[in-house]
Nanobody, 130 residues
Framework: QGQFAESGGGSVQAGGSLRLSCTTS????????MGWFRQAPGKERELIAT????????YVIDSLQDRFAISQDRTKDTTSLQMNDLKFEDTGIYYC???????????????????????WGPGTQVTVSS
């Protein structure tokens, strides 16, 4: 049926960087859409980045494109979110998401598919301080 796990969160000072990882098992990895949500305190969960694991195309929402990047390591069935120049408002819980019907699709397609994701893991906490 498949499993996944998030890791890499922590506490950093403003201007620092973190790299989050989502490792999968039990899926045919190359058929997945994968992505990252985040939820800041008092705000709704927001889908911020997606990747098509087969074709390798990636997408980050406009407001974060200059600082965040999504990538993958196919040898480890893992996708990562690199976060640079972190700001206080980036504080929140970051969640991995996936969908198993992505073969031959694009990261933009994956963004639409993952909007309906609801099988949440515990997420990983990111705290940015001054």
């Amino acid at each position: 049926q498949g499993q996944f796990a998030e890791s890499g969160g922590g506490s950093v000072q403003a201007g620092g960087s973190l790299r989050l990882s989502c490792t999968t098992s039990g899926y045919y990895y190359r058929h997945l859409c994968m992505g990252w949500f985040r939820q800041a305190p008092g705000k709704e969960r927001e889908l911020i980045a997606t990747i098509d694991t087969a074709g390798g195309s990636d997408y980050v929402i406009d407001s974060l494109q200059d600082r965040f990047a999504i990538s993958q390591d196919r040898t480890k069935d893992t996708t990562s979110l690199q976060m640079n120049d972190l700001k206080f408002e980036d504080t929140g819980i970051y969640y991995c998401a996936l969908d198993g019907e992505s073969w031959g699709k694009s990261a933009r397609y994956c963004y639409e598919k993952l909007r309906n994701f609801n099988s949440w893991g515990p997420g990983t906490q990111v705290t940015v301080s001054s």
